[in-house]
């Protein structure tokens, strides 16, 4: 049998609000949808001998993290981010598991958008363009 499925709404995304000194990991206020993506370029090495079919081998992998959430009165890591996009800084992400796995990365700020609706909630989107590996941490 499978194991236990993981309800999506347990899954947070911290980003470090310290410094690189001493990190301090901070939940991304009012989130409601993150995505992680993760992506190989794939490099074509096709040649006359393959007998007609393409080969292909595994090129450089990059990853990516998309979140969204509902914008909060006060929420102390939107304002460190507000800050580190500003400045065109590199900042921490890391996705939270229930089970306690955590994947973390630097990141760049690449999309960051707010939208201020007169009939909705306003609420933020944010896009993180990871620089290195994505690390992974299985569940303690």
Excluded: H
């Amino acid at each position: 049998m499978a194991g236990t499925k993981i309800a999506g709404v347990d899954v947070l995304i911290y980003v470090n609000t310290g410094t690189d000194a001493t990190p301090t990991y901070t939940v991304l206020g009012g989130q409601s949808n993150a995505t992680l993506n993760r992506n190989t370029n794939i490099v074509n090495t096709t040649s006359k001998d393959d007998g007609g079919w393409a080969a292909n081998v595994a090129g450089i992998n990059s990853w990516g993290l998309e979140c969204e959430g509902y914008l909060m009165a006060s929420d102390a890591a939107l304002d460190k981010m507000e800050e580190v996009w500003a400045n065109r800084q590199t900042v921490i992400a890391e996705i939270r598991m229930p089970s306690g796995k955590t994947y973390t990365g630097e990141c760049i700020i690449s999309d960051f958008p707010a939208e201020f609706p007169q009939e909705d909630a306003a609420t933020y989107s944010i896009s993180f363009t990871g620089t290195g590996a994505l690390t992974v941490q299985p569940a303690v």
